[in-house]
């Protein structure tokens, strides 16, 4: 039989701050799960199971005694694989997240969020309020209806660029707009919401451009940008792409302030099915410019509708147009 779940965990959330802790921030990037995994490899490769738990699992549960051969980070996708050939795969998405913890520490979420608890020899391995828990079988793959199709790991230095560039090329609507492409693991894994916004403004891509209306230079370099993002932030925990902006990055977070470039003022709007919100300069980001498409939702998805908002950007000196404004 399998070891129960340590008291500690049992425990609730802890108060000891010097757990030693691994996590998976809200905003999730294939650089922080590439960390994550990383952490886990470490803690959990060559270590028999001794307990496993999961509420929500989807699929056969592992054998405890079983060892655990690999740690695999697929953008926001992150398996574990024991000796048996079973794959345990989590998908992130906004909400998921990876704890490490040592033996006896107590953890800092409470029980009712563990989605899976994996337990060795000195560590614990502790994943909470991840959508997606399943296990499947590694000679299976290709029979998985999410796996068989990911695109390369824009994290990996020998990711396979042309094939990402390729699939943009072979995308099933090429109306749709490349902002929403970019977060299409199927096309590349890696790119979340922060480096989305990052890599078209570093292209001078405007985010609703559809797919098929950008050049094969536009597609080489949108991937290329975001593999190289990537890559620079897999040992960061604050990501930076623009070095001379402060918080590092050109684009993202800063609604209404100016364009590092042009001096332009950066807009947000809500994009796509999941209404993830997408940063870019109206002044420099207009090669193949679209407007956004009307949202069922109408004004709501534009941000800061408020009057006070209307009157602080009419009021920026630098302001040039805004529908904001007026």
């Known amino acids: 039989m399998d070891e129960k779940l340590p008291a500690t965990a049992r425990d609730g959330v802890s108060r000891d701050r010097t757990s030693s802790l691994i996590t998976v921030s809200v905003v999730v990037d294939g650089d922080t799960i590439h960390r994550a995994a990383a952490a886990l490899r470490t803690a959990l490769v060559g270590r028999p199971l001794t ?8 699929g056969p549960r592992p054998a405890i005694g079983r060892i655990v051969e690999r ?11 024991w000796d ?5 795969h989590t998908h992130m998405r906004m909400s998921g997240s990876w704890h490490l913890y040592r033996a006896g520490e107590q953890w800092r979420k409470p029980m009712h969020q563990m989605r899976v608890a994996i337990v060795v020899p000195e560590w614990s391995a502790v994943c909470f309020n991840a959508p997606v828990v399943e ?6 793959r290709h029979r998985h209806p999410g796996f068989g199709r990911l695109g390369p790991d824009l994290c990996k230095p020998d990711a396979d660029l042309d094939e990402c560039v390729q699939r943009m090329v072979d995308y099933h609507d090429g109306s749709t707009p490349v ?13 979340g919401n922060v480096f989305r916004s990052e890599v078209l403004w570093a292209c001078e891509l405007h985010p609703f451009t559809a797919v098929d209306a950008l050049t094969d230079l536009d597609r080489a370099q949108v991937v290329r ?5 990537l890559r620079s932030n897999l040992e960061s925990f604050h990501r930076v792409t623009a070095p001379a902006v402060p918080g590092g990055l050109a684009v993202y977070g800063r ?13 947000v709007r809500r994009m796509g099915e999941h209404s993830r919100l997408v940063y870019w300069c109206p002044g420099c980001q ?4 679209a407007e956004p498409a009307a949202s069922p939702d109408g004004p709501s998805t534009v941000m800061d509708p408020h009057p006070a908002a209307a009157k602080y950007l009419a009021d920026l000196p630098w302001r040039r147009h805004d529908p904001l404004a007026g």
């Open 135 to 140: 296990t499947y079988r590694e000679f299976d």
């Open 71 to 81: 740690v695999e980070s697929h953008g926001k996708h992150l398996e574990i694989m």
């Open 51 to 58: 307990c496993f738990e999961s509420p929500v699992l989807e």
């Open 255 to 267: 609604n209404g302030q100016r364009c590092p470039r042009c001096g332009d003022t950066i807009e």
């Open 286 to 289: 207009q090669r193949r410019d």
């Open 179 to 191: 902002g929403e492409v970019l977060l299409d693991q199927r096309v590349a894994c890696g790119v």
């Open 84 to 88: 048996d050939g079973l794959v345990l």
């Open 225 to 229: 940008a975001a593999a190289r993002m």
